[in-house]
């Protein structure tokens, strides 16, 4: 028996128990992976395109590029208010509980930034108090704004301030919040700037079971502060401030992805618009505006650069404003914005300066505000897509996330068929980084996108098919998967240069990314 | 003690299992009460695939393209056949002569253990495991008709026989460990020429019965198989013996003539198998991105979500298979110290396995009192033309048998599959 099993055992062994490395074996395999169709929407934005007649586009760019907080006009001082309150007489009283024992009426003028207000409403802040007192008893305080109302109620807090030994003081401190109240800053004769008017009240707390002794030694301190002070509107008169606007930039990051080449556009119109809803009269003086590029800057040139602009105070019903709008244009006709342009800026720098109230307080304390009002500049650049673009380069830095695994992946080649409705080329290049940790590894075999085919008025007639080629070998996905990026650069040219050529709406490019894997079967 | 001589004479000459195409003839001696015998046999055998090409999907290797080309060279269009199948078992006579109180009947028990994988496939379908798509790009792939059945199964059973009658039959426990089916009765794998879609038209049924586990204790399925030999002597009149009349004219036995069947039963497959009924048409044209740049579409290539998008959902529901039975007829003729040559010849055809009917005849050899051999060609099967050995060693207390259904592809590389079929027989 023992002579069969061992026989048993060994053809098994035979069949199974020679195994001494894995099968493997390479297929490729073909399949569709993406189809889509991409139209010059995908590209800029279907918001950003405007269509002509005859369905040629413009390119139409609608941005606020500057917003003036408000707030910085009123700011308020950060002190603490400190009022004492003592006993009016010199003389040691005997005050039984329940009795007022102070009762003081007074009035605080801030200096607001050189602002003189008569009114202003709070959308947010807060009132931070602290009672210090050395009364040996327990007291009953509040304080009081009269001239602070929410929805017709006066501001009132009602504070409960422990026994004190006479040496160490008792202190209660708290906050109050101040969203929706209404300020009258005019002071108890209406005449002032400014102003709060605040009340203070103590009293020995009438469930006390004894007389309390106080003389004028035994004072209440009181601390108030504003903090995160937030005007929702405001009137008065807001100053006679020269605000600067250093020389600043702005980043364009699209225009940063162009790295060579030139762009010829034809007609281009600036809009800038500035609304202004601040009740003040104002003179705004933009100093200068430049396009940068690496290695070159091109200065707007027109009336306006440099000159002063009036802009006259809104109007008001009530709260309601009837903003101010002022609109200064610039075009390839009264300005050199087509040069401005084609420098293919990376950056926009300027520098302004902004005149509060020129003319002085010419409002009689007239000026207003209202938050929902705002000033502000916004431009709207129409670029019609009619252009000659000569090897325009972008190139950009794409990060990939490969989630799946791809181990048994050998190489792979990633097809794209393009069939191309648009009037220019694409050369598309990519690479992933090589051992130095530089983009010098290319995986495109086959990049060029050839333009549709033109008529002599540079019109598309007809489509044109073209094939990119994606190659990847094991290293090169191996590193692809280990730094998760690709670089990406991509040659445009138009068709017919130096002739500009029109983008419709039906332009599109119909993508089919198909891919071819070696993939290595494995049998462990 | 004769009749324990007589039961084992009888039932020796099968020894071994159904898988060998050899019978042996026994010298049995009489003293024995108890004969237990064993066997195993295992074998991979594809027409078309050359031993190179298997053992490296079996042991282990690199299967290049120089290989995968000659091997695919070789195939036919439709119709290949691969098995790979493993088996071995137990089994004790016991004499008596009180069963069912008739002395002429004596019983056995077998114990069995059969595991077989068969196909039948289109060369497309080897093509496209083996080396892809890529370069069948704007053509048709037939990957069917293609078949598929892989079922692994115990048996316990119960033999009768006859003592005199040289037949012998029995019923067997079949415990189901596995079984999964594939039979594509179509299946048509078509690349655009652009790549823009592939699509797969198919007319396809799987059964899988597993959910218990694939090991040796799984319990998928039950069922029984019977199993029945009948062997008959074949005799010619003696015209040597000059001392009887013409009417009393001796006859002499000069070989056997034996019908088997094995494992004619089924299985049903009754913890919770899947089926799967596919008669349709998938078509893949890849993602529709509606915008390249919006990354909310970077999830393009999920192979779960695809798998889920084309696989059918399965059905839960029991089935019953045929086993892959087993059915012979074979000549053997009587080997003598005055007649040492003689012949062999028999056919084979084992259902529900994918395998070509097969006929096989050759020479029998008396080496020596206690050995001989037999040497016969194979045509059908899982191959085409084969070569086949056997040597058998009879002794008074053991027999033992080695053979081999293809001999070229056991040493050599160039060969088609390998075979080999080991038994042993102890008499007590």
């Not at chain 1, 009340?199 to 020995?204: C, L």
């Not at chain 1, 502000?376 to 129409?382: F, H, K, Y």
Request: glycine share 6%; proline share 3%; charged share 15%.
């Amino acid at each position: 028996m023992s002579r069969f099993l061992c026989l048993s055992f060994s053809t098994l062994l035979l069949f199974y128990g020679c195994r001494k490395e894995s099968t493997t074996w390479d297929a490729d395999y073909a399949l569709p992976l993406i189809h889509t169709k991409l139209d010059i929407g995908n590209l800029l934005g279907d918001t950003n395109l405007l269509v002509n007649a005859d369905s040629s586009l413009i390119l139409s760019i609608q941005r606020e590029i500057y917003r003036i907080d408000v707030d910085s006009f009123f700011e308020t001082p950060d002190t603490t208010i400190s009022q004492v309150h003592k006993l009016p007489t010199s003389a040691t009283l005997s005050i039984s509980p329940g009795y007022t024992f102070i009762s003081e009426t007074e009035e605080s003028t801030y200096n607001i930034a050189g602002a003189e207000l008569r009114y202003f409403k709070l959308k947010g802040g807060k009132l931070n108090y602290e009672l210090i007192s050395y009364v040996t008893g327990p007291t009953i305080d509040s304080i009081i704004l009269p001239c602070a109302t929410k929805g017709g109620i006066e501001f009132s807090e009602v504070i409960y301030v422990p026994t004190s030994d006479g040496i160490t003081p008792a202190i209660a401190v708290g906050s109050v919040d101040l969203n929706d109240y209404e300020f009258d800053l005019t002071g108890t004769n209406s005449l002032k700037y400014n102003t709060i008017t605040s009340k203070a009240s103590s009293t020995i707390d009438p469930a006390f079971s004894s007389n309390v002794t106080i003389s004028q030694a035994d004072s209440i301190r009181i601390n108030v502060s504003f903090e995160d002070i937030s005007p929702a509107r405001a009137l008065g008169y807001f100053g006679h401030e020269l605000i600067e606007i250093p020389l600043d930039t702005v980043a364009i990051p699209f225009m940063d992805n162009i790295i060579s080449g030139s762009l010829d556009i034809d007609q281009v119109q600036l809009d800038v618009t500035i609304k202004s809803g601040l009740g003040v009269d104002m003179q705004v003086n933009i100093e200068q505006l430049n396009s940068l590029n690496t290695s070159s800057m091109v200065a707007l040139n027109h009336s306006t650069i440099g000159a002063p602009i009036n802009l006259t105070r809104p109007t008001r019903t009530g709260w309601t404003v009837a903003s101010e709008i002022h609109t200064e244009s610039f075009s390839n006709s009264t300005s050199n914005l087509d040069e401005f342009l084609e420098n293919l800026p990376k950056e926009l720098s300027y520098s302004a300066q902004l005149q509060i109230n020129p003319f002085g307080d010419v409002n009689s304390h007239g000026d207003f505000f209202n938050y929902e009002y705002p000033l502000l500049a916004n431009i709207n650049l129409e670029v019609p897509l009619c252009f000659a673009a000569n090897n325009l380069t972008l190139q950009d830095t794409l990060n990939i996330e490969i989630e799946e695994d791809t181990t048994n992946i050998q190489n792979g080649s990633i097809i794209i068929n393009a069939t191309n409705n648009f009037p220019l080329s694409a050369e598309i290049k990519v690479f992933v980084l090589d051992e130095n940790g530089l983009f010098t590894d290319p995986i495109s075999t086959s990049t060029l996108i050839d333009p549709a085919v033109l008529n002599l008025a540079n019109e598309v007639i007809s489509s044109s098919t073209s094939q990119v080629i994606l190659t990847v070998n094991k290293d090169q996905i191996t590193r692809l998967i280990q730094t998760k990026q690709l670089l990406l650069n991509v040659v445009f040219n138009t068709a017919n240069l130096p002739n500009m050529i029109k983008i419709m709406d039906w332009h599109n490019i119909d993508l089919n990314l198909n891919v071819i894997l070696n993939y290595q079967h494995t049998i462990n | 003690m004769i009749r324990i001589s007589l039961v084992i004479a009888l039932f020796s000459f099968y020894f071994g299992n159904a898988q060998t195409l050899f019978i042996a003839s026994n010298t049995i001696d009489s003293t024995n009460s108890c004969v237990i015998e064993g066997y195993a046999n295992a074998f991979y055998q594809g027409q078309g695939l050359s031993n190179e090409f298997m053992n490296k999907l079996i042991f282990g290797g690199y299967i290049d393209d120089q290989l995968k080309d000659q091997t695919e060279q070789k195939l036919l269009n439709f119709g290949n056949r691969l098995a790979i199948g493993f088996s071995t078992g137990i089994k004790c006579y016991i004499e008596t002569d009180s069963l069912l109180k008739n002395p002429n009947w004596n019983y056995a028990l077998n114990a069995d253990y059969i595991e077989l994988n068969s196909s039948s496939y289109s060369k497309d379908l080897f093509h496209v495991i083996f080396s892809g798509n890529a370069d069948r790009i704007g053509q048709n792939m037939e990957l069917g008709p293609s078949f598929m059945n892989r079922v692994v199964f115990q048996k316990l059973g119960l033999n009768l026989a006859h003592k005199s009658n040289n037949c012998e039959f029995g019923v067997s426990f079949i415990k189901g460990q596995s079984h999964l089916a594939l039979a594509a009765n179509k299946m048509t794998l078509h690349t655009e020429s652009d790549l823009s879609a592939i699509s797969l038209e198919t007319n396809t049924n799987i059964q899988s019965a597993n959910k218990r586990g694939n090991n040796i204790g799984a319990l998928n399925g039950l069922g029984f198989a019977l199993n029945f030999t009948y062997s008959h002597p074949i005799k010619v009149n003696n015209h040597s013996s000059s001392s009887l009349s013409k009417e009393t004219v001796a006859t002499k036995e000069i070989g056997t003539i034996t019908f088997q069947m094995d494992n004619v039963g089924t299985v049903a497959w009754n913890n919770y198998p899947n089926t799967y009924q596919i008669d349709t048409t998938y078509s893949y044209a890849g993602y529709e991105v509606d915008n390249l740049f919006d990354t909310g579409n970077a999830n393009w290539l999920n192979e779960n979500v695809l798998s889920d998008s084309l696989l059918p959902q399965p059905e839960v529901s029991n089935y019953w298979t045929l086993l892959p039975a087993v059915f012979n007829i074979v000549y053997v003729s009587k080997l003598t110290a005055a007649h040492p040559l003689g012949s062999v010849a028999g056919a084979r055809y084992q259902i529900n396995a994918n395998m070509k009917p097969m006929v096989y005849g050759g020479v029998n050899i008396r080496l020596h009192r206690k050995l001989n051999t037999s040497v016969i060609g194979i045509v059908g099967g899982y191959g085409t033309i084969t070569a086949g050995m056997r040597i058998n060693y009879s002794s008074k207390l053991i027999s033992a048998f080695a053979s081999c259904n293809n001999m070229i592809g056991l040493f050599s590389k160039k060969g088609y599959g390998k075979n080999i079929n080991l038994g042993l027989q102890c008499r007590f």
